[in-house]
């Protein structure tokens, strides 16, 4: 079955440090890979995502991710995190066989002043 | 376009009472699903939807009634409601999710305490 793991439930970085948020897929074919951000109050926001090609995606906000087959990972980065960008973030991998996108449990990233 | 709305934002409900989230989009998607969102577990799918008259179970179907009697509408009925219901629920649809480039729009959720 398939499934998404993000290991960090919290991760602090000070404000201009660069951020790296972990995601593991488990998905038999090619998967088709997302991120999403989750201001405090709000809906889900597309950050990006990858289906195919260029295993580096760049997405909104200064964000990028590398999808690494070998190593079943889809990494959120940013060079120089804002204090706007604390949030919840997700890692989610949709399913073509049943219409499904299934979501990690997220990250909750802190910026400190 | 109002994008995916939701009503009620916020919900209290005892014990056994039933309610309908409600759900709409004004953008034609034809896919449109629920989600329910509690702390440390992310979003699990409840029930979705690939076009009207058509609906499937997600991962935690039960307890949850959905129909899909138009396009632009996509109800989530709770029949006798439990604790372990409360939770914020997310509506979210795209054009044609049997294309998996087809982004998902979420709504604001609805936040619902079950008493």
């Known amino acids: 079955a398939q499934s998404v793991t993000q290991p960090d439930i919290h991760i602090t970085v000070s404000e201009g440090a660069s951020l790296e948020l972990r995601c593991n897929y488990s998905?038999?074919?090619?998967?088709?890979l997302f991120w999403y951000v989750q201001s405090p109050g709000q809906g889900l926001q597309l950050l990006l995502k990858?289906?195919?090609?260029?295993?580096l995606v760049q997405g909104i906000k200064g964000f990028e991710a590398e999808f690494k087959r070998s190593q079943s990972s889809f990494n959120l980065r940013k060079p120089s995190v804002h204090w706007s960008d604390a949030a919840e973030y997700f890692c989610a991998v949709f399913s073509d066989s049943s219409y499904k996108l299934i979501f990690g449990s997220g990250t909750r990233l802190l910026v400190r002043p | 376009n109002a994008g995916v709305t939701q009503t009620p934002k916020f919900q209290v409900l005892k014990t056994g009472q039933s309610m309908t989230l409600q759900c709409a989009q004004d953008m034609n998607h034809e896919y449109m699903s629920w989600y329910r969102q509690d702390p440390g577990m992310g979003l699990r799918l409840i029930h979705y939807s690939v076009g009207a008259g058509i609906t499937d179970q997600g991962e935690v179907p039960n307890g949850y009634n959905v129909s899909r009697s138009t396009t632009e509408d996509f109800p989530l009925r709770l029949l006798s409601a439990a604790p372990s219901q409360t939770s914020v629920y997310f509506c979210?649809?795209?054009?044609?999710?049997?294309?998996?480039?087809?982004?998902?729009?979420f709504g604001p959720g609805t936040r619902l305490l079950v008493l």
């Open positions: 979210a649809s795209s054009y044609n999710f049997q294309a998996a480039q087809e982004t998902q729009y």
């Open positions: 990858y289906f195919s090609g260029d295993t």
């Open positions: 998905y038999g074919a090619t998967p088709y």
